[in-house]
C-alpha cells in the first residue's frame, strides 16, 4: 500500500473545501434571488387580496375601481348596461366583508367558526354570498390586523372580535 504524501492530500482537501464553499456561496445567492421573489409575490398577493376584500361585491367585471361612475363603460352597450351600472353603483355603497364579519362577531359572546359566520353573514345580507374561502381569508386578514383573534381547537378554527383597551 502506497502513502501520499501530507502535502498532496493536504491540498485536495483544500481544493476540495475551496469547492464546497464556492458551491454554498452560489446556492446561498440563489435561495436569497429566491427569497426576494417570494417576497414580491407575497406583496402582489396581499395587494390583490385587499382589493379583493374591498370590491368582492362589485358586480360589472368591465369596470376597473380607478374608474369613476360618471365615466364611460364598454360594457354599455349591452341591453342591460344600464340595470348594470345602477348595480355596481350599489354594490360601491356596501360595507366591506370585513366589516360585517367584524359587526357579527361584535355579536357573539363564544369564539365562531368561519362556517358559522358565514352562514349568518348570508342569512343577514342575502344579497353577500362569499366563497368559505373568501370569508377564512378576511378573517385571517382581520386577525393579521389585530382586529380579530385566532384560537384553536382541536382541528377547529375560532374567532373572537378583539375589544379595543380589554387584555387577556
Known amino acids: 500500500m502506497t502513502r501520499q504524501p501530507a502535502s498532496t492530500l493536504r491540498s485536495r482537501y483544500v481544493e476540495q473545501v475551496a469547492s464546497d464553499l464556492e458551491k454554498n456561496h452560489r446556492r446561498q ?13 407575497e406583496a402582489l398577493l396581499v395587494d390583490i387580496l385587499s382589493l379583493a376584500e374591498r370590491y368582492e361585491g362589485f358586480s360589472d367585471p368591465s369596470r376597473l375601481p ?9 360594457a354599455q352597450a349591452r341591453p342591460a348596461a344600464h340595470a348594470t ?5 350599489e354594490n360601491s355603497r356596501r ?11 361584535g355579536h357573539h359572546d363564544e369564539p365562531c ?9 348570508m342569512a343577514t345580507y342575502p344579497k353577500r354570498n362569499p366563497t368559505p374561502q373568501v370569508v377564512r381569508n378576511t378573517l385571517e386578514s382581520l386577525v393579521a390586523k389585530g382586529r380579530v383573534r385566532r ?18
Open 29 to 41: 445567492q440563489e435561495l436569497e434571488e429566491a427569497i426576494r421573489v417570494l417576497k414580491q409575490e
Open 66 to 74: 380607478e374608474q369613476t361612475q360618471d365615466e364611460p363603460v364598454a
Open 85 to 89: 351600472k345602477a348595480d355596481a353603483k
Open 95 to 105: 360595507p366591506l366583508l370585513g366589516d360585517l364579519l367584524a359587526d357579527l362577531l
Open 113 to 121: 367558526p368561519a362556517k358559522e359566520l358565514r352562514e349568518e353573514l
Open 151 to 168: 384560537h384553536k381547537q382541536e382541528r377547529t378554527v375560532l374567532y373572537t372580535l378583539v375589544t379595543p383597551g380589554v387584555t387577556d
